[in-house]
């Protein structure tokens, strides 16, 4: 019996150093995991002010080439009104020219043997003398505008030319910020090791939804779940009969956790703003362009884009995240094409429809201002996105939500 006890206690202790290697490797591998998740989230930080100084960037670029664009449009019109006029007063010019010239040429006894009375003749020739120094000033204004064509011309030649270096530094911005998404991509990738498994359930959440309020509700149901589900605590392994007594063998650790679910990366929450509960202009547009078409206003039989703004914008404009939050939805809905679905706090969301490329994923944090997305391409006079603010899954008014100057915001203060 001694002899068995003693093997019994070396098996035990044998154990006991074994689990406890085992407890000081997973120690080691937690603390690396963590060193890496921090250095990820670092980079990652970093990298979203990158991509939102470079979306600015952009977005300032394509309101410029607007700005030029626009410029030479009024330019142009200018100068053929200019040429037009220029040529009928050189016409109505010529003939008076001409006229007095025929009579220059006349010797004064010619213009006494004229048909007519005296009178008719003494007044032809005050008309004349009235009518020179009439027709020097038009001279002086033809030449003015002979002047100011010329400058016109030297404008539009100067527009041009700002036109095209202007389309080289966007496609240079647009590359470096492709760049940029690629990069945040590869992290978003090597993080998030169940943005499969999430995609795929807010799909399926997709196709159930009969409508836009339908998915919305859908959508909040979900992620209620989900924050329920992470709040439970893990139910504790049951003791089976051949279990080791805890004062003889140290409890076995947990099983070691996958590396790419431990370097999930979450935003600071002290970077993701909280959504006034009160009105306030906090929303930045989600594109450079003209509003078109306002909250409640219909749009032939389109009656779906009637609850927010539809804003024309240039082929390729860049579009951004208007407020903070999370990418709830990313993909086609019916009857709005592909669209983007942000939530925010206090059960808001915003809807951005009429996209072409989706640059984010769901359940992927952005900050205001950061890229989201991009307007076709298409040689079209202009592409159109939609935008809707939503609050308990109603569509509500955005423009009193939204800064009056979106060129000139307070992003950095907010994201500084």
Same mark, same amino acid.
């Given at each position: 019996?001694?002899?068995?006890?003693?093997?019994?206690?070396?098996?035990?202790?044998?154990?006991?150093?074994?689990?406890?290697?085992?407890?000081?490797?997973?120690?080691?591998?937690?603390?690396?995991?963590?060193?890496?998740?921090?250095?990820?989230?670092?980079?990652?930080?970093?990298?979203?002010?990158?991509?939102?100084?470079?979306?600015?960037?952009?977005?300032?670029?394509?309101?410029?080439?607007?700005?030029?664009?626009?410029?030479?449009?009024?330019?142009?019109?200018?100068?053929?009104?200019?040429?037009?006029?220029?040529?009928?007063?050189?016409?109505?010019?010529?003939?008076?020219?001409?006229?007095?010239?025929?009579?220059?040429?006349?010797?004064?006894?010619?213009?006494?043997?004229?048909?007519?009375? !005296?009178? %008719? &003749? $003494?007044?032809?020739?005050?008309?004349?003398? =009235?009518?020179?120094?009439?027709?020097? *000033?038009? @001279?002086? /204004?033809?030449?003015?505008?002979?002047?100011?064509?010329?400058?016109?011309?030297?404008?539009?030649?100067?527009?041009?030319?700002?036109?095209?270096?202007?389309?080289?530094?966007?496609?240079?911005?647009?590359?470096?910020?492709?760049?940029?998404?690629?990069?945040?991509?590869?992290?978003?990738?090597?993080?998030?090791?169940?943005?499969?498994?999430?995609?795929?359930?807010?799909?399926?959440?997709?196709?159930?939804?009969?409508?836009?309020?339908?998915?919305?509700?859908?959508?909040?149901?979900?992620?209620?779940?989900?924050?329920?589900?992470?709040?439970?605590?893990?139910?504790?392994?049951?003791?089976?009969?051949?279990?080791? !007594?805890? %004062? &003889? $063998?140290?409890?076995?650790?947990?099983?070691? =956790?996958?590396?790419?679910?431990?370097? *999930?990366? @979450?935003? /600071?929450?002290?970077?993701?703003?909280?959504?006034?509960?009160?009105?306030?202009?906090?929303?930045?547009?989600?594109?450079?362009?003209?509003?078109?078409?306002?909250?409640?206003?219909?749009?032939?039989?389109?009656?779906?884009?009637?609850?927010?703004?539809?804003?024309?914008?240039?082929?390729?404009?860049?579009?951004?995240?208007?407020?903070?939050?999370?990418?709830?939805?990313?993909?086609?809905?019916?009857?709005?094409?592909?669209?983007?679905?942000?939530?925010?706090?206090?059960?808001?969301?915003?809807?951005?429809?009429?996209?072409?490329?989706?640059?984010?994923?769901?359940?992927?944090?952005?900050?205001?201002?950061?890229?989201?997305?991009?307007?076709?391409?298409?040689?079209?006079?202009?592409?159109?996105?939609?935008?809707?603010?939503?609050?308990?899954?109603?569509?509500?008014?955005?423009?009193?939500?939204?800064?009056?100057?979106?060129?000139?915001?307070?992003?950095?203060?907010?994201?500084?």
């Amino acid at each position: 019996m001694p002899i068995i006890d003693i093997a019994s206690a070396q098996d035990a202790t044998q154990q006991l150093l074994t689990i406890e290697e085992k407890t000081a490797q997973s120690k080691k591998e937690a603390q690396k995991l963590s060193q890496e998740a921090k250095k990820l989230n670092a980079e990652v930080n970093n990298l979203r002010q990158q991509l939102i100084a470079s979306a600015k960037k952009v977005q300032n670029y394509e309101s410029n080439l607007t700005n030029i664009e626009e410029t030479l449009i009024s330019l142009k019109e200018d100068a053929e009104h200019k040429t037009i006029r220029l040529t009928e007063n050189r016409e109505k010019l010529g003939h008076t020219l001409s006229a007095l010239q025929r009579i220059a040429l006349l010797p004064p006894e010619a213009l006494v043997a004229a048909p007519g009375s !005296p009178i %008719d &003749t $003494v007044r032809s020739a005050m008309l004349l003398k =009235v009518a020179v120094p009439e027709i020097e *000033t038009r @001279v002086e /204004d033809l030449r003015s505008d002979l002047d100011e064509l010329a400058e016109l011309k030297s404008r539009i030649e100067d527009e041009r030319a700002a036109l095209i270096a202007s389309q080289k530094y966007i496609k240079r911005e647009r590359n470096d910020l492709n760049a940029l998404l690629d990069k945040k991509q590869a992290l978003q990738s090597k993080a998030q090791a169940s943005q499969k498994s999430v995609s795929a359930k807010v799909k399926k959440l997709a196709q159930q939804a009969r409508s836009m309020k339908d998915l919305v509700k859908k959508l909040e149901a979900e992620r209620k779940r989900l924050a329920l589900v992470a709040q439970k605590p893990k139910p504790k392994p049951k003791k089976t009969p051949n279990q080791v !007594p805890k %004062d &003889t $063998v140290a409890e076995s650790p947990p099983a070691p =956790v996958q590396q790419t679910a431990k370097l *999930t990366v @979450v935003p /600071d929450p002290s970077q993701i703003r909280e959504f006034p509960s009160r009105q306030k202009r906090v929303l930045l547009y989600p594109a450079r362009g003209r509003v078109i078409s306002k909250y409640g206003q219909k749009r032939g039989t389109n009656e779906s884009y009637d609850k927010g703004l539809v804003i024309a914008t240039r082929p390729s404009a860049q579009v951004i995240a208007p407020f903070d939050g999370r990418i709830a939805y990313a993909g086609e809905f019916r009857g709005y094409g592909r669209i983007l679905i942000i939530e925010h706090s206090g059960r808001y969301h915003t809807l951005l429809a009429g996209v072409e490329r989706i640059d984010v994923t769901e359940g992927q944090w952005v900050l205001a201002g950061e890229p989201v997305a991009r307007m076709s391409d298409k040689k079209l006079e202009y592409a159109e996105i939609y935008f809707e603010l939503r609050q308990g899954g109603q569509p509500i008014n955005p423009s009193p939500w939204i800064l009056t100057n979106n060129t000139n915001s307070n992003l950095d203060k907010v994201n500084g």
